[in-house]
Structures are given as C-alpha cells and as structure tokens.
C-alpha cells in the first residue's frame, strides 16, 4: 500500500510532529504501530524535478540560415559566472526575453520518466552551442512545442525552474499492510494510527455541501453472494465526463496509479483517501434498471477499465 505524505496532511498536521512529518520518522513511528514501512520513494510531479533547468534571459539573438533552416544565435544570461552561447531554432525567440535554460549536464526525460538525452556543450551547424532554451514540452509542463516558453517574471537569472513552477516534490511509504488491518488500508486509516500515537488531532474533509435529493435509488439491487452484507448507492445526472483537474491526477500519480477521468478518478480518490471501495456505473449500460452482485465461473474472461482480459478464479465478487 502507497501513502502519500502530501496525501496524508489533507488529514493529520504531520509538521507537528518532533521532527516535523520527516518520512524517516513516520517510517519508526507507524513501523512500531504495526503497519511496517517496506520503502520510501520519492515521487516528482515532473521526470527528474527539473534539476539543471533555470530562468534565464536573451541578452542577444542573430539569425542566420543553414539550407532551408533559419536558426538562432543567441547569448543568455542564466545566472552563471559566464553567459552563454546558445543555437535555438525557435521562430519566436528574442531579445530581452525571459526564458527557461537547460544548462549543461541537464538530462532531459519523456513523460514515463524515461531519461532521453543530456544536454552537453557542442556545435551546432559550426556554431557553439552550451545549452538548450526549452519549450514547455521539453520541461515536461504541457504538451506544445510551438515555439518556446517565454515567460512572465521578474525572478532573477539562475532562479531554478522548480522555483518558478512552484514544484515540489512528494514522498511516498510503502506499507506492507497484513490483512488483520484493513482498517489502515487509506491515508485516513494512516492517520488514525498517527493520532493513535501522537495524539495530533485529525479531520475529515467536509462534505456539508453535498445535498441529497432523495434516499431512493432509481434501480434494482439484487445481492446473491452472502459476502456483500451491504449495498450503498448515490445516482447523478448532469455529469460531464472529462479529465480530472490537475490536483486530482497528482494524488493518483503519487501512489502508482493512472488517472482515467474524473468520474473514475474520483472514485480511486475515495477508496484510497477514505478506505470506501468504490465504482461507478454508467446509467445508461445497466441493463433492465437492475444490478447484480454475484460471483461468476471460475475460468470467466472479464475486462477491466485499463482494457486487459483478466480470467477469473470463481471467487472474486462482482
């Protein structure tokens, strides 16, 4: 089991601990609760934190032509003993601008985290070349590589770019939870235990906004497996269908999981916040109004939502 530190204070003020929420120490702490730590990792919103990655500024910018090529001769200063010599091949670079610098020694990865190459000083069409002004999908923020990232900003040269994006790092325990402690299988569960220890106080998130309109659902529930006691349900109209926001992708992301949309996100974000397994049903695909909770033959194909055919034992509920 995966928790998230930035996770876990949405619960617990885990800084209020002596050495201020440190993951070594809720490594001892929750090891001698009973929920061992097997490994922390730690987790970057963007491959690599954006180490080596700098702002900087275009002090000049010549073109010249190379076949059917025009490049960029350019000087920026990014905050280092000497400026440096740059060849960009973006149309839109330009005097006076503030950029951001992969300096040399910079390793540049894809969006898995997969290293791709690491920025050393060279030639480039006989001119030298000691760095890399980057487009937003170079520095792993989006997806445009229509020219590069030019910037808003005051900040001064050298400020590294982790500091502009204002990104911070997460870490992440692995907990080898054993199955007498189900109750701990959350970040909520976690900081229970935390609480347990420490006596920190602990809060739920509110949900007083969250109006019930009836306590009626509009279908079927027909339970046929002694193991499911109970069967609880929320139905919702209006919904739009669409990627979740940005926060909502980082807390998955953290623990080893990939965001799908906001309806399944959302539900992902439950199970492993509050320890409430969930799913959602698409209305429209449940056929007859009408749900079933049973277990299927051993040897049944079913595909689960990351589109992999998975046969079943005859003992998962479904």
């Given at each position: 089991?995966k928790?998230?530190?930035?996770?876990?204070?949405?619960?617990?003020?885990?800084?209020?601990?002596?050495?201020?929420g440190e993951a070594?120490?809720?490594?001892?702490?929750?090891?001698?609760?009973?929920l061992?730590?097997e490994?922390?990792?730690?987790h970057?919103?963007?491959?690599?934190?954006?180490?080596?990655?700098?702002?900087?500024e275009v002090?000049?910018?010549e073109?010249?032509?190379?076949?059917?090529k025009?490049l960029?001769l350019?000087?920026?200063?990014?905050?280092?003993?000497?400026?440096?010599?740059i060849v960009c091949g973006?149309?839109?670079?330009?005097?006076?601008?503030?950029?951001?610098?992969?300096?040399p020694?910079?390793?540049?990865?894809?969006?898995?985290g997969?290293a791709l190459?690491?920025?050393?000083?060279?030639?480039?069409?006989g001119?030298?070349?000691?760095?890399?002004?980057?487009?937003?999908?170079?520095?792993?923020?989006?997806?445009s590589?229509?020219?590069?990232?030019v910037?808003?900003?005051?900040m001064?040269?050298?400020t590294?770019?982790a500091?502009?994006f204002?990104?911070?790092a997460?870490l992440?325990?692995?907990?080898?939870?054993?199955?007498?402690?189900a109750?701990?299988?959350s970040?909520?569960?976690?900081?229970?235990?935390?609480?347990?220890v420490?006596?920190?106080?602990?809060?739920?998130?509110?949900?007083?906004?969250?109006?019930?309109?009836?306590?009626?659902?509009?279908?079927?529930?027909n339970?046929?497996?002694?193991?499911?006691?109970r069967?609880?349900?929320v139905?919702?109209d209006g919904?739009?269908v669409k990627?979740s926001?940005?926060?909502?992708q980082?807390?998955l992301?953290?623990?080893?999981?990939?965001?799908?949309?906001?309806?399944?996100?959302?539900?992902n974000f439950i199970?492993?916040?509050l320890?409430q397994?969930m799913?959602?049903?698409?209305?429209?695909?449940i056929k007859?109004g009408r749900?079933e909770?049973?277990?299927?033959?051993?040897?049944?194909?079913?595909?689960?939502?990351?589109?992999v055919?998975r046969k079943?034992?005859?003992e998962e509920l479904?």
């Amino acid at each position: 089991m995966k928790i998230s530190l930035n996770w876990l204070r949405d619960f617990i003020d885990i800084s209020k601990l002596p050495q201020k929420g440190e993951a070594e120490e809720l490594d001892v702490l929750l090891t001698n609760t009973g929920l061992e730590v097997e490994g922390i990792e730690r987790h970057e919103k963007i491959p690599g934190g954006l180490k080596g990655f700098v702002v900087a500024e275009v002090l000049t910018c010549e073109k010249f032509e190379v076949k059917d090529k025009t490049l960029s001769l350019t000087t920026v200063d990014a905050g280092l003993e000497e400026t440096l010599t740059i060849v960009c091949g973006a149309a839109n670079v330009a005097a006076g601008q503030k950029v951001i610098v992969a300096t040399p020694g910079t390793t540049l990865f894809d969006a898995e985290g997969k290293a791709l190459f690491t920025i050393e000083k060279r030639k480039v069409y006989g001119q030298p070349s000691e760095g890399m002004i980057c487009a937003e999908d170079e520095i792993g923020i989006g997806t445009s590589h229509d020219g590069i990232l030019v910037l808003e900003t005051d900040m001064a040269n050298g400020t590294p770019a982790a500091n502009f994006f204002n990104l911070s790092a997460d870490l992440v325990l692995e907990i080898g939870l054993t199955p007498n402690r189900a109750d701990a299988a959350s970040h909520w569960g976690v900081a229970r235990d935390i609480k347990a220890v420490t006596g920190l106080p602990i809060q739920l998130p509110s949900v007083d906004s969250l109006a019930i309109s009836q306590t009626h659902l509009p279908i079927e529930i027909n339970i046929q497996d002694k193991g499911c006691a109970r069967f609880c349900g929320v139905s919702m109209d209006g919904i739009q269908v669409k990627p979740s926001p940005e926060w909502l992708q980082e807390r998955l992301s953290a623990i080893g999981l990939r965001p799908i949309n906001n309806i399944v996100d959302i539900t992902n974000f439950i199970c492993h916040g509050l320890g409430q397994p969930m799913h959602a049903y698409d209305w429209h695909q449940i056929k007859g109004g009408r749900l079933e909770v049973k277990t299927l033959a051993a040897g049944t194909v079913f595909k689960t939502l990351d589109g992999v055919e998975r046969k079943l034992n005859g003992e998962e509920l479904m």
